[in-house]
């Protein structure tokens, strides 16, 4: 039995029919939500107008499908406009939270628990009535991304100082990364993909035992290399030597890099698993599936723009991002244990909140310190992705995929 199997113990027809009860019933609430936006700011406001309209048009388009043969083609209104304008009023709710905040910061847990467990559900009804209408295998892919891209422009909480570890609970990816969890399996269960997340311990003849051992080896020193790459005075320091008492772990840098491993190894996981299901029948399967998930999580750096961030400092985030987005997946693929990503990727964030040394190493004499060191970080992974390619170690993992999607 894999992880997804009790799951999937608890869906059934009722469950469904509760869950599409669930749909509409939110669907009247933001439209209830939407007016009191409309008729708060004297019709001032054209975007909640227009969300007032589209609301109303779907819950129309929703009872009127029961009872006529509409085109399927439509049925996009409620896959793409719905989940939108519910993160839109989801905004609107973090909004007047965040002004009960200030105005009651000894309610602020209350407020905090309230909001986080509107946060997780807000997308599921959406989910679960609709994704199963998307058959085609491309189309699934977008949808996967476009989900996570809606909570990546949901609103956070701004928690006052009431609690140090809510404002640092509220600022990181946690509550994102645990509204993603019950998303992909509503996503699995509607497209009918049982993968498991871990795949239990193969053999591997030496050479290939030595490739795993080399790539977990690197996995560790390139959690280090990427952030003391950035403040090394000397070229010794940029690979070894490094200077430990510099890294002391804080309250923030440790929910800050649980929250990036909740969230962003949960997009890559549910990338990966739905790319090997596109391209199952394709050659070229483990190169585009790996290729296109580093992409994604480049780009989906840019996100850093909503913040007003330095676009030149999110690029160079990003080339890196792609870098070290392909080794993870490659490592994913060869060793069948996802475990090993997630403490790949919670080691290097952890290092990288930790540091407490600032200021340019020996690479800013050379040009921009934030291009050079991120720049040679991707390079470094890209040689390491490469170098799990070569021989038989791409069968491994093919196998391995195989494994993963046909559990």
């Not at 669930?22 to 001032?44: M, R, Y």
């Not at 009023?89 to 209350?110: E, I, R």
Request: with cysteine; charged share 10%.
């Amino acid at each position: 039995m894999n992880e997804f199997s009790l799951l999937f113990l608890f869906w059934d027809a009722n469950f469904m029919k509760k869950s599409k009860i669930i749909f509409l019933i939110e669907l009247v609430l933001n439209i209830i939500a939407a007016v009191f936006l409309v008729i708060n700011n004297s019709f001032k406001n054209l975007l909640d107008v227009g969300v007032v309209f589209l609301l109303l048009l779907l819950l129309i388009w929703n009872f009127l499908r029961r009872k006529i043969e509409i085109s399927l083609k439509l049925s996009w209104l409620n896959l793409m406009i719905l989940p939108a304008i519910f993160t839109y009023c989801l905004n609107t709710v973090a909004t007047v939270a965040n002004v009960l905040l200030v105005k009651y910061p000894v309610k602020s847990v209350l407020i905090a628990i309230i909001y986080s467990l509107l946060f997780l559900v807000y997308l599921l009804p959406v989910v679960i009535t609709n994704a199963g209408l998307v058959k085609n295998k491309y189309a699934r892919v977008f949808i996967a991304m476009y989900y996570i891209v809606l909570l990546l422009f949901s609103e956070n909480l701004h928690m006052n100082d009431y609690l140090s570890s809510f404002v640092n609970w509220s600022h990181s990816e946690i509550l994102n990364g645990l509204a993603l969890i019950p998303i992909i399996f509503c996503l699995f269960k509607s497209w009918d993909i049982r993968a498991k997340l871990n795949l239990k311990f193969r053999r591997y003849s030496n050479i290939q035992l030595i490739v795993l051992l080399v790539a977990v080896f690197f996995a560790a020193w390139y959690s280090f290399f990427h952030s003391y790459v950035y403040i090394a005075p000397t070229f010794s320091q940029l690979f070894w030597n490094w200077d430990f008492s510099e890294i002391i772990p804080t309250e923030r840098a440790v929910l800050w890099s649980l929250g990036a491993i909740l969230f962003e190894e949960g997009f890559r996981y549910l990338l990966i698993i739905v790319l090997l299901e596109v391209f199952k029948v394709q050659r070229g399967q483990i190169e585009l599936t790996i290729f296109l998930s580093a992409l994604f999580f480049g780009l989906i750096h840019y996100a850093g723009l909503l913040d007003q961030g330095p676009i030149f400092i999110i690029s160079t985030q990003a080339i890196f991002a792609f870098g070290y987005g392909c080794f993870l997946a490659t490592l994913y693929l060869y060793s069948g244990k996802f475990w090993l990503v997630l403490l790949s990727h919670f080691s290097l964030d952890l290092i990288a909140f930790s540091l407490s040394a600032g200021g340019g190493g020996i690479l800013s004499w050379y040009g921009n310190n934030d291009l050079l060191s991120n720049g040679l970080s991707m390079v470094f992974a890209l040689v390491m992705t490469l170098i799990m390619f070569l021989g038989k170690q791409r069968k491994i993992m093919q196998e391995n995929a195989a494994r993963l999607i046909n559990a």
